[in-house]
């Protein structure tokens, strides 16, 4: 996810206009910023890349997540279900607005089983969050008809997948809301930054007001902005909307350089029978991001996994099994309720019940799955190299436990 692998000057000459302003807030200043508005200039690159209608930035994929739901209605009492295999932030934005995440399991996509979304939803359901992890989409042809039948909102985190699609469509444009996050280590970076789209005219009014405390932006006096609800300050900076504009005019060399390492790496990867690869319901629409592959089982892929840390290559292939982020075996806080002040009582409860639950389904996907982070910056030899470096890694351990058997 490496945008500022190739930071350059665009990126300077974007930020040097906000600076000979001096401006740096995104609302209102309207002489002294001499038509200079970086925010609203990135969100029309967003709506005309991605072909939505509305692109309201935020601070962060976080708040933009906490903005969609709130937006779309989504608080005390109601169930949001989510998958396993996430970053935290999903379910700290559900928990953010009062409402209960329900967590579910993944498959073999690495996101949202649609069987296991059936069975979670219960009369308190409001809204299916599939997350689109490691630059590629959940399986949308499945959880689209279940929305449909039960009258749920479509909140699509893609977060990770800024520039995938699926059959055709940006991610983040088929559901209700899409929300991107544009941290240090995402497709195009702001530093921080996120976004919530949607083609919702009057979602979009709703997240324009609610990231910036409520302000309705009816004139250019902020004194006398009416407040017709309470929100929040979720805003981006000018400055971080400035790099924004650089790396979205250049997220289609990006794309296109991710797909040609990914292509390369899975070729030298594809010549162990052993490993299999993540199923991605559109392969067209794929970031190329990561490289997902699965090898047979949790031992073998364990013993991958110490032998590349031992050779000193682990860095870039990421085992979410163990990971304190991603994956809920290793989420303890969630399962005690620790946070710093009181939970709703709706929320407590929930979260006190996952303590002994587990998720075997998920576990057989996720102890098997390793991710290899695609760079920008590679060249041919390297990228080569690495492949098979993974590869007599894997053969190593396979050798191993044949000669063991
Ligand atoms: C799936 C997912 N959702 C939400 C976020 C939150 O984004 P941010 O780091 O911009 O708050 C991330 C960040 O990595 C993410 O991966």
Redesign the pocket.
Same mark, same amino acid.
């Given at each position: @996810?490496p945008g500022f692998e190739l930071f350059g000057p665009e990126e300077r000459k974007h930020i040097n206009d906000v600076m000979e302003t001096g401006i740096l807030m995104r609302y209102g200043f309207d002489g002294p910023r001499k038509g200079v508005w970086k925010s609203k200039e990135l969100e029309a690159a967003i709506c005309a890349r991605l072909g939505c209608g509305y692109a309201q930035l935020t601070s962060? /994929?976080? *708040? #933009?997540?906490s903005t969609a739901l709130a937006c779309l209605g989504i608080g005390a009492g109601d169930e949001v279900i989510m998958p396993t295999f996430? &970053?935290v932030? *999903?379910f700290e *934005?559900v928990l953010s607005v009062g409402a209960i995440p329900v967590l579910t399991d993944v498959d073999d996509t690495l996101t949202l089983a649609p069987d296991a979304v059936r069975r979670a939803i219960t009369p308190r359901t409001k809204c299916i969050m599939p +997350? %689109? @992890?490691c630059g590629a989409m959940a399986d949308l042809d499945a959880l689209m008809p279940i929305c449909k039948e039960h009258n749920l909102i479509l909140l699509e !985190? #893609?977060?990770?997948s800024f520039g995938a699609s699926y059959k055709g469509r940006a991610l983040g444009t088929i559901g209700h809301a899409g929300?991107f *996050? &544009? !941290?240090f +280590?995402?497709t195009i970076t702001c530093g921080? /930054? /996120?976004a919530v789209i949607t083609n919702d005219k009057d979602l979009y009014i709703k997240c324009d007001g609610y990231t910036d405390h409520g302000h309705d932006h009816a004139g250019v006096d902020r004194g006398a902005d009416t407040h017709p609800f309470i929100g929040y300050n979720y805003r981006i900076s000018e400055l971080h909307a400035a790099i924004g504009l650089a790396q979205i005019g250049k997220l289609d060399q990006f794309l296109a350089i991710q797909k040609k390492n990914h292509a390369a790496l899975k070729a030298i990867l594809s010549t162990v029978p052993e490993i299999a690869f993540r199923r991605i319901p559109d392969a067209e629409g794929d970031t190329h991001t990561f490289l997902s592959w699965f090898l047979p089982t949790e031992e073998i892929t364990r013993a991958v996994v110490a032998e590349l840390r031992q050779q000193n290559i682990l860095a870039g292939n990421f085992y979410w099994f163990d990971n304190n982020w %991603?994956y809920f075996r290793r989420w303890d806080h969630l399962r005690q309720a620790a946070t710093l002040n009181n939970l709703n009582e709706d929320q407590r409860k929930t979260l006190l019940a996952l303590r002994p639950e587990s998720f075997p389904a998920s576990d057989t996907v996720l102890s098997r799955a390793v991710s290899t982070a695609i760079g920008l910056a590679w060249t041919e030899a390297q990228t080569a190299e690495k492949g098979e470096k993974i590869v007599a890694a894997v053969k190593k351990v396979l050798a191993r436990e044949k000669a063991a058997v």
């Open positions: @996810m962060s /994929g976080t *708040s #933009a997540l996430t &970053f932030a *999903s *934005s +997350v %689109h @992890m !985190d #893609a977060c990770q929300t *996050s &544009f !941290d +280590v995402k921080e /930054g /996120g %991603h």
